[in-house]
């Protein structure tokens, strides 16, 4: 299975909990086989602005700062690195903020980025979370895409309560991580 997590919300944020949920989460799926990916953007949940490099340092892992290649002879910088086998993208914002960022343009960004994620990547579950326009248009754009074995209707799996109307019977709610930090993941069966 192959599975991809999107959003503007950063998936290495230590203070949130969502971010750290999800990060768990794909951890273990990767742990057992599966092929998981990540695209986010530096929007944290502290209240003060935080830079990427202040969050990756304490994780002291290898990154490599890169430059995307985006329509008609644009660029982006984008981060990879690796993170207990998950590959990791992010997508440096001005503000980590998410009411300063992303902005349109970032926003633009971010959304091309996640389709070429998509292009070459096929993810056959894709997971998000967030209400922001552009988590909103990622919801839509993946909807659009065809998913091997997925009812259209029931392929995002978000912690946004809207969007679980319609999630097939194969997909059940399970809780309590083993940190503790969260109550409710939308997860496949087997």
Request: charged share 25%.
């Amino acid at each position: 299975m192959r599975l991809l997590f999107s959003s503007i919300h950063c998936y290495l944020d230590p203070s949130s909990g969502a971010a750290l949920c999800t990060r768990e989460l794909l951890e273990l799926l990767a742990a057992r086989g599966a092929d998981c990916r990540v695209l986010t953007t530096g929007i944290l949940d502290p209240e003060r602005e935080t830079s990427l490099d202040e969050v990756l340092a304490t994780l002291e892992l290898p990154t490599q700062r890169l430059q995307a290649e985006l329509g008609p002879g644009g660029s982006a910088e984008v981060i990879d690195l690796g993170v207990n086998g998950v590959p990791v993208t992010l997508m440096p914002t001005a503000s980590s903020r998410a009411e300063r960022s992303p902005d349109p343009r970032e926003s633009a960004i971010f959304l091309e980025l996640a389709d070429q994620v998509f292009d070459r990547f096929r993810p056959d579950v894709p997971l998000t979370y967030g209400g922001h326009p552009a988590s909103l248009e990622l919801m839509r754009r993946a909807r659009q895409r065809p998913a091997p074995g997925v009812p259209r209707h029931g392929r995002i799996l978000s912690q946004k309560p809207q969007v679980h109307a319609g999630i097939r019977p194969g997909l059940v709610r399970r809780g309590n991580c083993a940190r503790g930090a969260c109550t409710n993941h939308l997860v496949p069966t087997t």
